[in-house]
């Protein structure tokens, strides 16, 4: 009787044994999958901005670079003021600081979507489409940058 018993305890053993393996297994599948997972989505993210083709995939860049709608209004300020400064103006000492202030902050982004390729914007008034080129920037600065009650529902979705 002694070795009826004997055998189901050792198979358990076994059973026990294989299962922690397989579940360690399970572990560093799952682990692999969110590293998987994690660059994946690091390597979309780096697309994502990089094709700013769209006005969906703009105001999308516009939410994910800028985390509120403040922060978004202080870039809309610094590219304005960048784009006085290009033009060689002089700024007045208080716009002067201003740019001073957001210019170590914004200056990356700024020249990242600046050199972007122009895309066609559709716009339809009526019955009447029109079609133009234009850069991601350019576009950021037509649609919300004196319109505060775009930015808002941007930042509402």
């Not at 070795?3 to 026990?16: F, L, M, Y």
């Not at 572990?27 to 994690?38: F, L």
């Not at 201003?98 to 008034?125: G, H, V, W």
Request: positive net charge; hydrophobic residues 30%.
């Amino acid at each position: 009787m002694e070795a009826i018993h004997s055998q189901p305890i050792q198979n358990q053993k076994q059973d026990t044994i294989s299962m922690k393996s397989i579940d360690m297994m399970y572990i560093k599948s799952c682990q692999q999958k969110k590293r998987y997972k994690s660059i994946n989505r690091e390597q979309r993210k780096e697309v994502f901005t990089m094709n700013l083709s769209t006005k969906m995939a703009i105001s999308k860049w516009i939410k994910q670079t800028f985390k509120t709608k403040n922060d978004f209004e202080n870039f809309l300020n610094f590219a304005e003021l960048h784009s006085h400064i290009l033009d060689g103006k002089q700024l007045l000492p208080i716009y002067q600081q201003q740019y001073n202030n957001l210019k170590d902050q914004y200056s990356n982004i700024y020249k990242t979507i600046a050199d972007m390729p122009l895309f066609t914007i559709t716009e339809r008034c009526g019955k009447v489409i029109e079609q133009e080129q234009r850069t991601p920037l350019n576009y950021i600065e037509m649609k919300y940058g004196t319109d505060e009650k775009l930015r808002t529902e941007l930042y509402k979705r």
